[in-house]
């Protein structure tokens, strides 16, 4: 019991230090000041294919020359109107459309898209009929889509309409936050042949009655998902930088003869993406772009600090 209650009081001491880093991070004089410093804009350029869509495209080339497959994600804040939904839906149809009109994408090109970036906060129909028609698009144009878990105040709306997405397009590709309570139970609920599957341990901050708090909790369900997946239909995509993860999904690649294929962040372990590339194994770089960099970063920081010992490292590595 005097565990659980530690445990507890220190989850929601970290809960409201994220908060309160997050609220001082996005002050608009700490915002404005920090990113439009050199330094700031220097190091989201290693993480960040780009401010704008052709950069950002000329950058996924770039990536699928070198052996790399790519997944684009569109950066900004949520719509809260419905033109504002629907211009984010035409400017991603649009992104699509570029990719497959290029043969050098063909095969290699994924969109990562937000159902909260298609208008979810503002009703769960815009959000779904602007995801059908994403994925229409991209069905049209060969190109993936796999869309995004969200956060824990709007996760079941979008898990429900990820369902019935699937219902038309079964080669969506859906995420599975294993930091959630019910990820293993999720694992074997959406496990179907062919099903494209991506784990990752979860990047937002949640009541301790939905997601785990101890990251060594965290880790032990990573693993338990990552075995569950790997000995079952579907099509898995490990999101992760964790050296532990990724040995022990080139283990059971290895043990239970089958594949799978590896997501990391741009500018994150890029000798570790090479190393897994040549020696034959598939790997999808992570391209998140757009004028909202600012906010991204500090999303990644802030929710999972120990970002901050990766993106250090590979600065380092690129020196």
């Not at 290693?46 to 770039?62: F, L, S």
């Not at 690649?253 to 090479?274: H, K, N, T, V």
Request: charged share 25%; glycine share 8%.
């Amino acid at each position: 019991m005097t565990e659980s209650r530690h445990d507890f009081r220190g989850g929601a001491l970290l809960a409201w230090g994220r908060r309160l880093a997050m609220q001082l991070a996005m002050d608009p004089t700490i915002a404005h000041k920090v990113s439009q410093s050199r330094l700031a804009r220097e190091i989201a350029a290693t993480y960040v294919a780009g401010e704008d869509v052709g950069p950002a495209i000329d950058n996924a080339a770039d990536q699928v020359l070198k052996g790399l497959d790519v997944s684009l994600h569109p950066l900004g804040p949520d719509p809260v109107d419905l033109a504002q939904a629907r211009r984010a839906m035409v400017r991603l149809c649009g992104v699509i459309e570029r990719l497959g009109a290029n043969p050098a994408f063909d095969g290699h090109a994924e969109v990562s898209i937000s159902l909260a970036a298609l208008g979810l906060r503002v009703n769960d129909d815009l959000a779904r009929d602007h995801a059908r028609q994403v994925c229409q698009v991209a069905r049209d144009n060969h190109v993936a889509v796999t869309v995004d878990d969200e956060g824990p105040d709007i996760h079941d709306r979008s898990h429900r309409i990820v369902m019935g997405l699937l219902d038309e397009y079964e080669d969506t590709g859906i995420v599975i936050q294993a930091a959630r309570h019910d990820s293993l139970m999720q694992v074997r609920e959406l496990a179907a042949p062919g099903r494209r599957i991506r784990l990752c341990k979860g990047s937002y901050t949640g009541p301790r009655s939905v997601t785990l708090i101890r990251p060594h909790d965290v880790d032990l369900r990573m693993a338990a998902c990552l075995r569950a997946l790997m000995t079952g239909p579907s099509t898995v995509m490990l999101a992760s930088h964790d050296p532990v993860f990724v040995a022990l999904g080139e283990q059971l690649m290895a043990s239970l003869g089958r594949q799978l294929e590896f997501q990391m962040l741009q500018g994150i372990r890029p000798l570790e993406q090479r190393r897994l590339v040549d020696i034959g194994h598939r790997v999808r770089v992570y391209l998140p772009y757009g004028h909202d960099w600012y906010r991204y970063c500090t999303r990644r920081i802030v929710e999972r600090p120990g970002n901050i010992w990766l993106f250090g490292r590979s600065l380092v590595e690129r020196r």
